[in-house]
């Protein structure tokens, strides 16, 4: 059984870097067939799709973030990390870390519990 | 990318069968069969319960059916039961590569 776990600063200060890891256990994350991606959902919202990395190192972006987010892969540590930089309260959100098959679009299979990040000085 | 539009709430009684709709565009729903729903019980993971509009994961209950018409996708759940208590949203591909989610909505088992 595949599991996600995020980690990470629960509180970030404004125009500061927003660092999360997202540690996979159950499955190799080098085994491929998956992207690891990154969803968030701001307090009583809607969910919103960061982006996505390939085993490969391949990387996708939501072009509404895609200047200040950075999804990079450790497959040593079994672990995907997500960098967001210059945050605004805007950015507080819960961060998802979830498992999308390659072969398809938008199928999340799994996922992980979720991270609270607030942006507050 | 707007975010798809879906109702706020949708309520029923046990053993009832309710639809959720999530609107989009020709650019999104209307455009792709690439259309998913999540079920998520607040402080738990999302879980996957249809995806490419209406294929079930194995071990999803056959209570949840999805379908499309145009730029509306439509989640239903028929045989109501208390579990299924939870926030659903559904997500599509879009035309610029990109994935977009509904802004929820609450099921409420009356």
């Known amino acids: 059984q595949v599991q996600l776990q995020e980690s990470g600063p629960g509180l970030v200060k404004p125009s500061q870097t927003l660092s999360l890891n997202c540690t996979v256990s159950g499955g190799s994350i080098s085994s491929g067939g998956y992207y690891w991606s990154w969803i968030r959902q701001h307090p009583g919202k809607g969910l919103e799709w960061i982006g996505y990395i390939y085993y490969s190192g391949g990387t996708y972006y939501n072009p509404s973030l895609k200047s200040r987010v950075s999804v990079s892969i450790d497959t040593s540590k079994n672990q995907i990390s997500l960098k967001l930089g210059s945050v605004t309260s805007a950015d507080t959100a819960v961060y998802y870390c979830?498992?999308?098959?390659?072969?398809?679009?938008?199928?999340?299979?799994?996922w992980g519990q979720g991270t609270l990040v607030t942006v507050s000085s | 990318q707007s975010a798809l539009t879906q109702p706020d709430s949708v309520s029923g009684s046990p053993g009832q069968s309710i639809t959720i709709s999530c609107t989009g565009t020709s650019s999104d729903v209307g455009g792709y069969n690439y259309v998913s729903w999540y079920q998520h019980h607040p402080g738990k993971a999302p879980k996957l319960m249809i995806y490419?509009?209406?294929k079930r994961p194995s071990g999803v209950s056959n209570r949840f059916s999805g379908s499309k018409s145009g730029n509306t996708a439509s989640l239903t759940i028929s045989g109501l039961q208390a579990e299924d208590e939870a926030d659903y949203y559904c997500s599509s591909y879009t035309s610029s590569s990109a994935l977009v989610f509904g802004g929820g909505t609450k099921v409420t088992v009356l």
């Open positions: 979830a498992r999308e098959d390659s072969g398809g679009y938008g199928v999340f299979d799994y």
């Open positions: 490419d509009v209406t």
